[in-house]
């Protein structure tokens, strides 16, 4: 008599692929996580005044014009990282029973930004604060990325004709108009420019870490142009060795993010007046 034995059965091609599938569903891109760079990171070290790391600090960011608050503790070699910030300006507060609690203030952070603020603990009641006002350090120590930015007062206060911002990307070193690129359809209507010697069609238009390109990448946006000023907080041009996670074209970045909502209120309004009501008159 003979016994049938089943042979295991293996996973067909068909199942690979869902698992594939569905690990692409449940697990996002890194550039998805980080916000391709729109938001910023501040990072440092503790330490007391002796040069010792702390491990174990409480370490809060709350932001100035918006009261979110997020929080992070030092790691065993007192390391500190916060990242997903939207830009704005923030202040720093480390706490750790047997020191004074250090504060700083005044720490303004621009889209993409990774700003290093190490922290010195002295030693003292908790309930005593050393506040040290200043900027975020203008050095950038974390990438090697070549970038400019432009920020809401130049927006608010450069001419534009036309109000597009994109025009504001030719202040940036190493860019330029393209003498010799088309406007209209197909080439689209806003400033054409080309970024440290590429051309005008490899740059990449980014809104909220959404790709936002025509379909010749040249001038951004669907519509072929980028009107409207007041929703744009600010814009970084970022001209070459930006990292992997932007991604698709070889060209300048323009990595735009939008006012998001404050303790203040505020508005504006404009019109467009094209006729000839108000002109000078004639020589004649």
Known sequence: MFTAVQNPTYPNSVSRWSLVLLAFLILPPVSTLEGQGTTATVSGIVQDETGGVLPGVSITVEGVDTGSVRSAVSDDLGRYRVPLLEPGTYEIQAELSGFQTAVRT??????????????????????????????????????????GLVDDKKIRDLPLNGR?????????????????????????????????????????????????????????????????????????????????????????????????????????????????????????
């Open 106 to 147: 005044g720490v303004k952070l621009e889209v993409g930004a990774n700003a290093v603020i190490d922290v010195s603990l002295t030693i003292g009641a908790i309930t005593e604060r050393v506040v040290v006002q200043g900027q975020a350090p203008l050095v950038e120590t974390t990438t090697t990325s070549m970038a």
């Open 164 to 284: 597009s911002y994109e025009q504001l990307a030719i202040l940036q070193t190493g860019v330029t108009t393209a003498r010799f690129s088309s406007t209209g359809s197909p080439g689209g209507s806003g400033t054409s420019f080309a970024a440290a010697g590429s051309r005008p069609s490899t740059n990449n238009f980014m809104v909220d870490g959404v790709n936002i390109s025509n379909y010749k990448d040249s001038t951004g946006s669907a519509a072929d142009t980028n009107l409207g000023v007041e929703s744009i907080r600010e814009f970084k041009v970022i001209t070459s060795t930006y990292s992997a996670a932007y991604g698709r074209n070889s060209g300048a970045v323009i990595n735009v993010v939008t006012q998001s909502g404050t303790n203040q209120w505020h508005g504006s309004l404009f019109e467009f007046h094209r006729n000839s009501a108000l002109d000078a008159k004639n020589f004649f």
